[in-house]
């Protein structure tokens, strides 16, 4: 079959022959329609990113047809169209995934190529409303956005939501699972046109975080917020708790802007705030999300979909943060 295939830290993707996977004990084969690029494969490509192998074949997300299963799989699988979530191995614990929890695309191949195998307990049909392309921009980022907004952040309609950087696949899903939710939404982000283009999705306004009086601005503008949802931590983040309803709740994942700053403590504690890591999220998470598409018919947001064989053109457009929503890839 051909892939795409990463063959060491900071050499461009490219596409080859490979050795088509067998489904095993069961496992799925997935013939896929359109793949996903996500922050997570960026970092690889640069070599950056925990056990890392190489060569690799990337890609966490996919929607496609079941083309075979294994033993123990049902039949009945087969032609059905699906997306699959990457989030393996969670274990039994709903607060957090087990030493065992692993993404697909590293170290298992991913979805970055014309068949991708996985354990049948991870399909879950397509929402028939979506096409492959947008149906495969959902799992990794949407998932993520849902857990933290939700399981973690406790979110519920009326509540006040700022979503920190509003132009990740993290962010635009956040904002499409808010406003879905009946939260009123303010964003951030570094121009003028990605706020925009939240607001034509439903966020109440947006501010640029790029302007020295950015948390000043979204004071005025909301007064304080019930939720807060941060991909970027960095100095930045220090603002946050003054942004704060009381009880409100900071949930953050990712760390792209750097470290967590030095913060006042005693703002947290009075104001009975709570800081929430999180990450991916668990098949009871991934379920409810899809619910959710389903029941508003969701679209998520394709900045811009390329064929297979320009993957490397692909996750070149991430250098410089430039996509508003998810940059796919079609087979």
């Given at each position: 079959m051909k892939a795409i295939v990463l063959e060491a830290a900071d050499k461009p993707l490219i596409l080859k022959d490979v050795e088509k996977p067998k489904a095993e004990l069961?496992?799925?084969?997935?013939?896929?329609?359109?793949?996903?690029?996500?922050?997570?494969d960026w970092w690889i490509t640069k070599g950056q990113y925990a056990g890392i192998k190489y060569p690799s074949i990337l890609g966490s997300d996919g929607?496609?047809?079941?083309?075979?299963?294994?033993?123990?799989?049902?039949?009945?699988?087969?032609?059905?169209?699906?997306?699959?979530?990457?989030?393996?191995?969670?274990?039994?614990h709903q607060d957090y995934q087990s030493k065992e929890f692993?993404?697909?695309?590293?170290?298992?191949?991913?979805?970055?190529?014309?068949?991708?195998?996985?354990?049948?307990?991870?399909?879950?049909?397509?929402?028939?409303?979506?096409?492959?392309?947008?149906?495969?921009?959902?799992?990794?980022?949407?998932?993520?956005?849902?857990?933290a907004l939700f399981t973690k952040g406790k979110a519920k309609k009326g509540d006040k939501v700022l979503i920190v950087g509003v132009g990740a696949g993290t962010g635009s899903f956040a904002?499409?699972?808010?406003?879905?939710?009946?939260?009123?939404?303010?964003?951030?982000?570094?121009?003028s046109e990605k706020i925009e283009a939240a607001r034509k999705l439903g966020a109440a306004a947006g501010v640029n975080y790029k302007?020295?009086?950015?948390a000043e601005q979204l004071k005025q503008l909301a007064a304080g917020f019930d939720v807060i949802i941060d991909s970027a931590l960095g100095e930045s983040f220090a603002k946050l708790p003054?942004?704060?309803?009381?009880?409100?709740?900071?949930?953050?994942?990712?760390?792209?802007?750097?470290?967590?700053?030095?913060?006042?403590?005693?703002?947290?504690?009075?104001?009975?705030?709570?800081?929430?890591?999180?990450?991916?999220?668990?098949?009871?998470d991934f379920k409810a999300m899809l619910e959710l598409i389903n029941e508003?018919?969701?679209?998520?947001?394709?900045?811009?979909?390329?064929?297979?064989?320009?993957?490397?053109?692909?996750?070149?457009?991430?250098?410089?943060?430039a996509q508003f929503g998810k940059i796919v890839l079609r087979n």
């Open positions: 069961g496992e799925v084969l997935v013939q896929v329609k359109a793949a996903a690029l996500n922050r997570r929607s496609g047809i079941v083309a075979e299963v294994g033993p123990g799989v049902d039949q009945s699988w087969i032609g059905k169209e699906v997306i699959i979530n990457p989030g393996n191995n969670w274990g039994e692993k993404i697909l695309g590293l170290p298992d191949s991913g979805t970055f190529a014309e068949y991708v195998k996985t354990g049948a307990e991870y399909l879950y049909p397509k929402p028939a409303h979506l096409t492959w392309e947008q149906a495969a921009a959902i799992p990794l980022a949407g998932l993520t956005a849902y857990r904002l499409q699972w808010a406003v879905a939710a009946g939260c009123q939404v303010f964003v951030t982000s570094g121009t302007a020295q009086d950015w003054d942004l704060c309803n009381p009880g409100a709740r900071i949930v953050f994942f990712g760390g792209t802007a750097g470290n967590l700053p030095a913060l006042n403590a005693r703002k947290i504690f009075w104001k009975q705030l709570q800081l929430l890591g999180t990450t991916m999220g668990t098949q009871e508003h018919k969701i679209v998520p947001v394709v900045d811009e979909v390329f064929d297979l064989a320009d993957a490397e053109k692909a996750v070149r457009k991430m250098d410089n943060s």
